[in-house]
């Protein structure tokens, strides 16, 4: 398969490049900056883009690439860094810079190329870097300048070698996408294979040839990726396939019966439902510190898990919605937000040492592209674009003890926000929106009488991978509709509180 390799040296963009390549109908996959020439050889790239990066090429630490790579002959891209890099390491010069140049910029073309094939001779792109290109190696040329940088493009076209100072992989860049599409097209001559339609045709093969006639068992929690998994495996190999569903208690209103009627009912999954509200509710009794929360969360679930699966008989593998950024390894260089933020969101998950092989046919699939082969596989636009819920569940948005009333109180809250974020037409366009329960009360006046009763604050925040938020300017009269609906409908509520709080340094969840 054409695939471009995209050489990680420590960039916040890398995995937005990865995403861009594959807008461009090509496979892409990710690995660190240092992987062996030979190895890299053995995988066969149709083309190889370096990375921008945090560091200096100087830095005692700075990551180098494996000079072999200039000699296997493909196309190389080198970012920002990945440029520096290539005229570092081929023999021109790279200049500290004593200050940053960030920001947009505009670039002047000054020789024709594939690389800005039937482009503009000025285009605006965005720039981020310290270090500069001050002489050029052997056998490059100056394809475009800009104000700041006499070698913002470098080209040597016998050896298909270009360097970009700038990111052409982030939308301030206009036309960025249309230079990695010159590059991967026009240069490296992949076709455009990569499309989900021939993704679903190869993974049904590949399903079935691994799993034979054995079976195989799927923890489903009703979220995107493992709806997803399950909607494809079934597809492959049909009754061999058992899912179970735990109903751990801390789920959302109707969600256990959603989940039995869309997949056992409407999609003829063999589903195995196993309601342990009452193991989960009697460990929880009691126990208001957020982490004993998820420890016993966590751990309940894969008791439960195990009972179920011995139950339902013998199972060779287990299959899991593993995704593409859970695989790719991080690079551990300073600077590198990926590397630092390890999340801790790993409740729901199941131990390795449960006797399992692992089925995991989206390991290769961003999130977009997992929708993608949902709404392929026919799955509703409700599992398609679900917003994330945490394995934990309601229990993270119950401040203080978790029992069954307060369960209530914030179900019911939390179904009129989605309700209402549904009727506004925004509950698709945000990351999250979801109701918390706070641990206070407060006075208040219903009719006549006095009031002391629990506070539900809302939350919405727009973010891209959960990894940093900010809060949703939502309008004042939803804000006022769902005040109005949380305080008359739902039993326990006297008073409703907008969160706007952006992360960091709040969390998204308050627990
Ligand atoms: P925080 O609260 O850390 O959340 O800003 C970031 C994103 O992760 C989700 N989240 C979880 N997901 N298990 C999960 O599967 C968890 O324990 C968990 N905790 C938080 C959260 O909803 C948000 O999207």
Known sequence: MEQIIILDFGSQYTQVIARRVRECQVFSQILRYDTPAGKLA??????????????SVYDAKAPHCDKGIWKLGVPILGICYGMQLMAHQLGGKVQRGDKREYGPAEIEIEKDTTLFREMAYEQQVWMSHGDKVTKLPPGFKTIAKSGNSPFAVIADDSRRLYGLQFHPEVHHTPNGKQVLSNFIHGICGCGRNWTMKSFIEHSLEDIRAKVGQDKVLLGLSGGVDSSVAAALIHKAIGEQLLCVFVNNGVLRKGEAEGVQKLFGRGLGIRLHY???TKVFLNRLKGVDDPERKRKIIGRTFVEVFDKAAKKAGKFRFLAQGTTYPDVIESVPIAGNPAAMIKSHHTVGGLPKKMKFELLEPLRQLFKDEVREVGVQLGLPKEIVWRQPFPG????????????????????????????????AGLYYEIWQTFAVLLPVKSVGVMGDERTYENAIAIRAVHSVDGMTADWVRLPYDLLARLSTRIINEVKGVNRVCFDISSKPPATIEWE
């Open 42 to 55: 053995e995988l066969k790239p149709t083309g190889l883009i370096l990375s921008g990066g945090p560091c």
């Open 274 to 276: 196993e309601d342990a």
């Open 392 to 423: 934990p569940g309601l229990a993270v948005r119950i401040l203080g003890e978790v029992t069954p009333a307060r369960i209530k109180v914030l179900q019911e809250a939390d179904w009129i926000v989605i309700d209402e974020m549904k009727k």
